[in-house]
């Protein structure tokens, strides 16, 4: 089953048995093997049990708190690994060094190569859309990345990059309901930012567990700068799976109508846009049915999910800074 998302205002998440169980007004919403599960999150307000607190923690589970719209709150995991050897390499490797530099440079590259992918196999799938001056922008910031040795100099380039793939994101939304005229991010002020943001949320949740499981500190990152409680590293390896995993949920969502604007709320004061209850369901449905579909991984040439590439990347990263492979390679994928 993988990641439990519950969203259930006022919830009682227990234990019974060898289950995690889910209670609203004393009925059993959700019962699930604890077996299945490598995730929790809870959106909004919820009674956690000590029990099951206790037992995720055995289990190596981890438990997001996120607010109802997927603002995140905090996190709850076990004790981090005991592999002190990667965390040594992660430290060692901080600042302008050959290996930062160099992971920085995969960061970007997969990213954007993804973003012009996306692009290409819209551009051919839609008759008489013409994307070509936007991938163009997006291939003029990938040319210069591998001669780049300079950390801020290659932020501009993902900045770019992404500006480029931003500016005709709205050429990707066949549904005219829906407008984009640019990332806003917080609050998010209209339905298609409100969805990037709440699927992003969501993958933080994913990478950062899977960097945790490898045995780095989040918090220290290479592209994005320190910063009290932010998870950099987290954010760093999330960079070539935001077109791949969130984007593409967005716009298969969007586009297919399995969204329509009557499933989004907007705050009447600060003009904030998301998710109604049964519009989170369904988001929550697409983006876990993502998460667990299957390709070729083009380094290991055989078949994972996505939630397995998670920890797959962040074990190349740990391979790289411990001397074990010359170079990182971002997922790219045709």
């Known amino acids: 089953m993988g990641t439990v998302y519950i969203t259930q205002e006022d919830a009682f998440i227990g234990k019974v048995d060898e289950r995690l ?20 999150v809870v959106l909004g307000r919820a009674t956690v049990s000590p029990a099951i607190i206790s037992e995720l923690l055995e289990r190596h589970i981890p438990l997001t708190f996120l607010t109802h719209t997927g603002g995140y709150l905090g996190r709850l995991e076990p004790e981090v690994t005991k592999n002190i050897f990667v965390r040594k390499a992660q430290w060692q490797a901080a600042g302008e060094s050959p290996q ?3 992971l920085v440079q995969g960061f970007v590259r997969g990213k954007l190569k993804n ?9 051919r799938e839609s008759q008489g859309l013409d994307l070509s001056k936007n991938i163009t922008r997006i291939e003029q910031a990938i ?3 591998d001669t780049t040795h300079n950390i801020n100099s290659l932020r501009g380039l993902e900045g770019a990059g992404s500006a480029a793939y931003f500016g005709c994101f709205s050429e990707l939304i066949r549904v005219p309901e829906f407008d984009f005229n640019g990332r806003v991010r917080r609050p998010p002020t209209d339905p298609v930012n409100s969805l990037l943001s709440f699927g992003y949320a969501l993958l933080r949740h994913d990478v950062q567990g899977a960097i945790n499981i490898v045995g780095f500190d989040p918090y220290l990152g290479y592209l994005h700068c320190e910063r009290y409680g932010r998870p950099s590293l987290a954010l760093d390896l999330m960079e070539e799976f935001r077109p791949l995993v969130v984007d593409t949920v967005v716009l298969s969502a969007l586009n297919k109508c399995l969204l329509t604007t009557a499933d989004f709320v907007t705050e009447p004061l600060s003009g904030a846009v998301s998710l109604t209850a049964s519009g989170r369901k369904t988001f929550l449905q697409l983006y876990a049915q993502k998460k667990l579909s299957e390709f070729k991984h083009p380094v290991f040439g055989r078949k994972c999910t996505y939630q397995e590439a998670f920890e797959l990347q962040a074990r190349l990263v740990a391979k790289y800074l411990m001397g074990e492979i010359e170079k990182y390679p971002p997922l790219i994928l045709k």
């Open 100 to 102: 930062a530099i160099h």
């Open 21 to 40: 169980n889910v209670k609203f007004e004393k009925k059993t919403i959700l019962d699930v093997p604890l077996l299945k599960i490598d995730g929790v």
């Open 143 to 145: 040319a210069p990345i």
């Open 115 to 123: 973003y012009r992918q996306i692009l290409l196999r819209r551009q």
